[in-house]
Nanobody, 115 residues
Framework: QVQLVESGGGLVQPGGSLRLSCAASGSIFGIVGMGWYRQAPGKQRELVATIMNGGSTNYADSVKGRFTISRDNGKNTLYLQMNSLRPEDTAVYYC?????????WGQGTQVTVSS
């Protein structure tokens, strides 16, 4: 089992920044990739960004140039630096880890972008 705990969400004005963190614990050996997903009210969960063990990253077009995903293996922590936030970034953000055939999810953290 892999446990994922997100933190760092909150209320921010348009144009502002937030950094999300995801602490991983448990059977983390064998995780091949991690990522961030988000789900806005009434919408399906969508990919935001992923990072593989080799360091390669992938971003949704809507966040390219504004969000940066990174990983501190020593701290077993995944980050999402979010800059130039927009109201349409409002959603619950979920951390994801893939280990073998299983995908693990955190409980989510709310990000609200509003003036």
């Amino acid at each position: 089992q892999v446990q994922l705990v997100e933190s760092g969400g909150g209320l921010v004005q348009p144009g502002g920044s937030l950094r999300l963190s995801c602490a991983a614990s448990g059977s983390i050996f064998g995780i091949v990739g991690m990522g961030w997903y988000r789900q806005a009210p009434g919408k399906q969960r969508e990919l935001v960004a992923t990072i593989m063990n080799g360091g390669s990253t992938n971003y949704a077009d809507s966040v390219k140039g504004r969000f940066t995903i990174s990983r501190d293996n020593g701290k077993n922590t995944l980050y999402l630096q979010m800059n130039s936030l927009r109201p349409e970034d409002t959603a619950v953000y979920y951390c994801n880890a893939v280990r073998g055939p299983i995908a693990y999810w955190g409980q989510g953290t709310q990000v609200t972008v509003s003036s």
